[in-house]
């Protein structure tokens, strides 16, 4: 039982574009969100987290939104370069346990 | 480079055998994570250590077993190897007991290859 989906696997865009990653998930004790960024041969490392009391967090060209009644979050990223080409995890955690649950990825490639 | 260190780099071994992976935290950090990532798949979460005590079991196998160290640092234990434990192994490591808002810094995994 997945409990966080990434449902596309891959997503290409356009240098300059934006990138819109998506992310869903089934637990309602979900109460804080974070997306990781991971090139190949290197570990994940965190790029931008939302607590569930918010529905949008925004760093310089990366913005999460959260929307709790359709238990979804999405990433963006404007404007979108080469070097953002990487897997982008999902994941969540609930204050009650002491686990974060990633999702399975999405590929991201950003042409030049 | 997020401090936190992983030994070997790559494994190559032999279905039956037992391997050993070994994580050192980022200096300070009292807790940490190990995960699994096979092909097509996220990571998945197999087991917390917090300064030497185990916090929380994921979906572990009972022939993988680990250990935190006084040390601080950690090692997985796989043993009766298949090929299907063939996967990257990340340990990864906090400050606290993943408190909220505590990001976790991974290091850069440890590929298996189970033949």
């Known amino acids: 039982d997945q409990q966080v989906k990434q449902n596309s696997p891959s997503l290409s865009v356009q240098e300059g574009r934006i990138s819109i990653l998506n992310c869903d998930y089934t637990?309602?004790?979900?109460?804080?969100f974070l997306w990781y960024k991971k090139y190949p041969a290197e570990g994940p490392t965190f790029l931008i987290s939302i607590s569930s009391i918010k529905d949008k967090n925004e760093d310089g060209r990366f913005t999460v939104f959260l929307n709790k009644s359709a238990k979804h979050l999405s990433l963006h990223i404007v404007p979108s370069q080469p070097g953002d080409s990487a897997v982008y995890f999902c994941?969540?955690?609930?204050?009650?346990?002491?686990?974060?649950?990633f999702g399975p990825g999405t590929s991201l490639s950003v042409i030049p | 480079d997020s401090g936190v260190t992983q030994t070997p780099k790559h494994l190559i071994t032999a279905t039956g055998q037992r391997v050993t992976l070994r994580c050192s935290p980022r200096s300070g950090d009292l807790s940490v994570y190990w995960y699994q990532q096979s092909l097509d798949q996220g990571l998945q979460f197999l087991i917390h250590?917090?300064?030497?005590?185990?916090?929380a079991k994921g979906n572990i196998l009972e022939r993988f077993s680990a250990q935190q160290f006084p040390d601080l640092h950690s090692e997985l234990n796989l043993s009766s190897l298949e090929l299907g434990d063939s996967a990257l192994y990340f340990c990864?490591?906090?400050?606290?007991?993943?408190?909220?808002?505590?990001?976790?810094?991974f290091g850069p995994g440890t590929r298996l290859l189970v033949l």
């Open positions: 994941a969540a955690r609930a204050t009650s346990y002491d686990k974060v649950i």
């Open positions: 637990n309602s004790m979900f109460d804080y």
């Open positions: 990864a490591s906090t400050t606290g007991l993943a408190a909220l808002q505590e990001t976790q810094y």
């Open positions: 250590y917090y300064n030497g005590e185990e916090r």
